[in-house]
C-alpha cells in the first residue's frame, strides 16, 4: 500500500487515545507478538492487529474506520497478555471501534442488537411463549418488562451514534 | 452462601439445560442463588458501540444486587468478564462512577461499588472449595474422559482475574472436572478462542475458529468437552452440524455444561441435569445416569 502524506491525519491517533481503552497506543514498538498470538490472524491472513496498530498511529484514519478488520477482533484478549508494551491492544480495538461508531461507520450486526437491547432490555425477548417453555422444564418465569433504565441508556448513549455520528 | 443469580440473556432462552443444573446443583450444595427479577443484559454489547453506554448498562445491574447487599454469580463468561471490567473501571476512574451515578439517579439508583461478580464455576473453585465440593460426590464418574474448555473470558484479562488462574495456562476448570471423578483431557491450544465474539460479523471465520479446536479435542477421543458458557456452546455444540458440513468432518462430539456432569456425579439423573435436551446427545452419559 502507498502513503500519501497529505492523506494522513495527524490527530486520528490522539482521537483514538481519547478513547476508554486507547491510551496506551503510542507504547507499541512493533515487534508483532500480537500478530503472531492472534487466532483469527491465523484464519485469515490479512487481519493483522500489529498492522492496525501501525496505520492507526501513522494516522491513516479512513483505511482503519472503514475497513471490516476492527470488527473481526473477537476479544480473546491473547494479544494483550503477550505484548510485552502493555498497549492493552484487546481495548485499544475496541477504542478504535468507538471512534469508528462516532465516524459514522457502525457494523450492521451491532446495529441490530442495541435495536434489540432497546426492545427487550436483552437481546432475545423473553415474552409468554419463553416463559411457558421455562416453566414446562421447572424453570422459574423471568419478569418480561422492558425496562425504562435500558431505553434510557441506548437514548442518551447510543442511538445519537447510530444515526449517523457526533461531533 | 448466597449471591445474586445473574442469567444474562442468553442463558434463560438458549442454555436452559445450564440454567436447570447450576440451579439444582446449588441448591443440594446449600449455595443459595437469589433471582433478581430487574436484573438485564450485562451490556456486552454495547461496549463495542461506545464504552460509557456499556459502564450504564453493567452498573445498572451492580445497583440492583448491592441494593439487596449480595454478590453476583454468573453462568456465562461475557456477562462475568463484562461486569467484572466494568466494575474495576468504576471503581479505578472516579469521574466514571460519578457519571454512571448521574444517569443512574434518573432511577433512583445508585452505585457505591461494594459488589463482586464472579462466574458460577469460579465460586465452587474458590468460595466453596473443592474440598467441599469433593464430600459431595456420591457417584465418580470413573472411566469417562471430558476435554475442558475454558472460554476467554473466564480466565482474560489477566488484569482483573490475576488472582484467580493463569490466563495462557489455566487449571481451575480441569481440577473441577476431576473433581466429579471423570478425567480431564489435556489437549493443545486448550486456551483457543471459540470465535463466538464474531459469529455475526464473519462467520466462516468464527466457525474456522471452532473448527479447529473441534478437530483437536477429536484427535483426543474423549467422551466430550466441557463447557462453562453458552456462547462456547452455540459454537461448538450449536454449529457442530454445520461445522461438519463445511468442513466434510464427523465429529459427534457431544459438548455438556460442567455443571451437568458435577450434578450426575453428585447423584442427579440425566433427567434433572437436563442432558436430553443437549443437541448433541451424550448417549452413554444418558444412558448410564437414566433414573426411568
Ligand atoms: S505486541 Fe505490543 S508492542 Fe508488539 S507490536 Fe503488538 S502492540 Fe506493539
Ligand atoms: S484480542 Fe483480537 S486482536 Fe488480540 S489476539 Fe484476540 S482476536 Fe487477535
Ligand atoms: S464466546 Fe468465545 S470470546 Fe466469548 S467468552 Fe466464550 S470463548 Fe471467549
Not at chain 1, 29 to 46: H, K, L, N, Q, Y
Request: charged share 25%; glycine share 8%; hydrophobic share 35%.
Amino acid at each position: 500500500m502507498t502513503i500519501n502524506v497529505k492523506d494522513l491525519d495527524r490527530d486520528f491517533k490522539y482521537q483514538v487515545m481519547r478513547e476508554p481503552g486507547g491510551e496506551y497506543l503510542s507504547r507499541c514498538f512493533a515487534c508483532g507478538t500480537c500478530t503472531a498470538s492472534c487466532p483469527v490472524r491465523e484464519i485469515d491472513e490479512r487481519f493483522n492487529p500489529r498492522k492496525i496498530i501501525r496505520m492507526t498511529l501513522l494516522g491513516m484514519k479512513k483505511e482503519v474506520l472503514e475497513s471490516e478488520f476492527v470488527w473481526l477482533c473477537t476479544a480473546c484478549y491473547m494479544c494483550q497478555e503477550r505484548c510485552p508494551q502493555d498497549v492493552m491492544i484487546t481495548e485499544l480495538m475496541n477504542a478504535i471501534k468507538n471512534v469508528a461508531v462516532k465516524e459514522g461507520f457502525v457494523h450492521p450486526s451491532y446495529t441490530a442488537q442495541v435495536e434489540a437491547l432497546k426492545n427487550f432490555s436483552r437481546l432475545y425477548e423473553v415474552g409468554e411463549f419463553e416463559n411457558k417453555k421455562r416453566q414446562k422444564i421447572g424453570l422459574p418465569a423471568l419478569d418480561t418488562e422492558t425496562k425504562k433504565e435500558f431505553v434510557q441508556v441506548i437514548d442518551d448513549y447510543v442511538s445519537g451514534l447510530l444515526k449517523g455520528g457526533e461531533e | 452462601m448466597k449471591y445474586a443469580f445473574f442469567l444474562g440473556c442468553t442463558v434463560p432462552v438458549r442454555a436452559q439445560n445450564y440454567e436447570l443444573s447450576a440451579r439444582k446443583v446449588a441448591e443440594k450444595l446449600g449455595i443459595e442463588l437469589v433471582d433478581v427479577p430487574d436484573f438485564r443484559c450485562c451490556g456486552y454489547p454495547v461496549k463495542s458501540v461506545n464504552f460509557k453506554g456499556h459502564l450504564v448498562m453493567s452498573a445498572i445491574n451492580l445497583a440492583l444486587a448491592e441494593k439487596q447487599g449480595l454478590n453476583i454469580t454468573t453462568l456465562c463468561n461475557a456477562c462475568s468478564v463484562t461486569m467484572i471490567e466494568a466494575n474495576e473501571e468504576l471503581k479505578a476512574h472516579p469521574d466514571f462512577l460519578e457519571e454512571v451515578n448521574g444517569e443512574l439517579s434518573k432511577f433512583g439508583l445508585e452505585y457505591k461499588g461494594t459488589v463482586e461478580v464472579k462466574h458460577f464455576a469460579r465460586v465452587l473453585y474458590e468460595d466453596y472449595g473443592l474440598d467441599k465440593l469433593k464430600e459431595h460426590i456420591t457417584r465418580p464418574l470413573e472411566g469417562y474422559r471430558f476435554a475442558p474448555h475454558y472460554g476467554c473470558h473466564f480466565i482474560r484479562p489477566s488484569k482483573v482475574y490475576a488472582e484467580f488462574d493463569d490466563p495462557q495456562y489455566p487449571v481451575s476448570l480441569d481440577r473441577l472436572v476431576e473433581i466429579t471423578g471423570a478425567e480431564a483431557v489435556d489437549y493443545p491450544e486448550k486456551q483457543l478462542c471459540c470465535g463466538g465474539g464474531i459469529l455475526g460479523i464473519k462467520e466462516e471465520v468464527a466457525l474456522a475458529l471452532s473448527n479447529k479446536k473441534l478437530g483437536i479435542v477429536k484427535e483426543k477421543n474423549a467422551d466430550g468437552m466441557i463447557s462453562i458458557c453458552p456462547f462456547c456452546s452455540v459454537m461448538y455444540e450449536g454449529n457442530q452440524k454445520k461445522i461438519e458440513k463445511t468442513y466434510e468432518k464427523e465429529y459427534g462430539i457431544p459438548v455438556l455444561y460442567y455443571t451437568q456432569i458435577l450434578g450426575l456425579s453428585m447423584g442427579f439423573s440425566s433427567e434433572e441435569m437436563g442432558l436430553k435436551l443437549n443437541r448433541i446427545k451424550p448417549r452413554a452419559l444418558m444412558e448410564a445416569f437414566s433414573n426411568g
